[in-house]
């Protein structure tokens, strides 16, 4: 019940083009949903962040969608360019889990956009 | 560059050996995470500090330890090492202690020989 599950495990997709990643939750107690963009060598770093009280949050040209009733997000990025190629990670913590914040990851996407 | 530092960056070492890794967290932060990443598990928690006490246990083995120093630095110690154990270890910090942006640092690189 802890799992976020994400999907696909890569995308590979044209420069301008939308990519978009899913993810997929089980414990209804989650209520902070951020997603993480981690470079090769690099530590993960958050990107957007969403709360379900909204169903959508746009930064730029990454924009999280939030369907509470089927416990899923995703992550749509618009105008893919190839300095978006990337580990693109989903994440859910639970406010009420005893004062933490600790974040439960999906798997991850590797992301490439080609020229 | 978050402001959270990693020590040592790459660390070789043999199965049964202990090692240290260390975090200073980005300044003010009171928070500190240790994450795990690994190619099949991919990032796991494993345990949360705020301002120097335990707030949050994930799968950490009890091979492991970690504690957060009175300047906030913390140290993950890893003993009795295996080479299941090889993995990057990822720190990250945070303001306070619930739900906000974690700063995540550069990564200690494990191999286990």
């Known amino acids: 019940q802890q799992q976020v599950k994400q999907s696909p495990q890569s995308l590979i997709v044209q420069k301008g083009g939308i990519s978009i990643i899913n993810c997929a939750y089980e414990n209804t107690a989650f209520d902070y949903f951020p997603w993480y963009q981690q470079f090769p060598g690099k530590g993960p770093a958050l990107l957007i962040a969403i709360r379900p009280d909204v169903s959508e949050k746009k930064e730029g040209r990454f924009t999280i969608s939030f369907n509470k009733s089927a416990k899923q997000f995703s992550l749509h990025i618009m105008d893919s360019q190839p300095g978006d190629s990337a580990t693109y990670f989903c994440a859910a913590s639970a406010r009420g889990s005893g004062n933490t914040g600790k974040l439960i990851f999906g798997q991850g996407t590797t992301l490439q956009v080609k020229p | 560059d978050s402001g959270v530092t990693q020590t040592p960056k790459h660390l070789i070492t043999a199965t049964g050996q202990r090692v240290t890794l260390r975090c200073s967290p980005r300044?003010?932060?009171?928070?500190v995470y240790w994450y795990q990443q690994s190619l099949d598990q991919g990032l796991q928690f494993l345990i949360q500090?705020?301002?120097?006490?335990?707030?949050a246990k994930g799968n950490i083995l009890e091979r492991f330890s970690a504690q957060q120093f009175p300047d906030l630095h913390s140290e993950l110690n890893l003993s009795s090492l295996e080479l299941g154990d090889s993995a990057l270890y990822f720190c990250?910090?945070?303001?306070?202690?619930?739900?906000?942006?974690?700063?995540f640092g550069p990564g200690t690189r494990l191999l286990v020989l």
């Open positions: 990250a910090s945070s303001p306070g202690q619930l739900q906000e942006t974690q700063y």
């Open positions: 500090y705020y301002n120097g006490e335990e707030r």
């Open positions: 300044s003010g932060d009171l928070s």
